[in-house]
């Protein structure tokens, strides 16, 4: 039924239509390149960060009773080599 139509179309409005359908292609791989290369971007910057942030090793505490901060820095360190291992930083 589709073709039906197309066919009775002039020869200038199946150029728009093929137009149409090339721009919208093209704008849809433009978009996915910019998405990928804005990503890679952000992982970059993530992975600099997190090698910011465990570049100095925290020390276990001995007794994490006695100093919770002390308990509490060395578990946010340990997070973040966590993530900069999950990240493949």
């Known amino acids: 039924m589709r073709l039906r139509r197309l066919a009775r179309l002039s020869i200038p409005e199946r150029y728009a239509y093929v137009a149409l359908v ?3 292609l093209l704008l849809t ?3 996915i ?3 990928a290369h804005q990503t890679s971007a952000s992982n970059r910057q993530w ?8 570049s100095k090793p925290v020390p276990r505490p001995a007794d994490p009773g006695a ?8 578990t ?3 997070d973040f080599v966590t993530l900069r291992r999950n990240f493949g930083c």
């Open 67 to 74: 100093n919770p901060s002390r308990a509490q820095a060395y």
């Open 76 to 78: 946010l360190y340990a």
């Open 47 to 54: 992975c600099d960060t997190l090698t910011l942030l465990t």
């Open 22 to 24: 090339a721009l919208s």
């Open 29 to 31: 791989g433009a978009s």
């Open 33 to 35: 390149v910019y998405s």
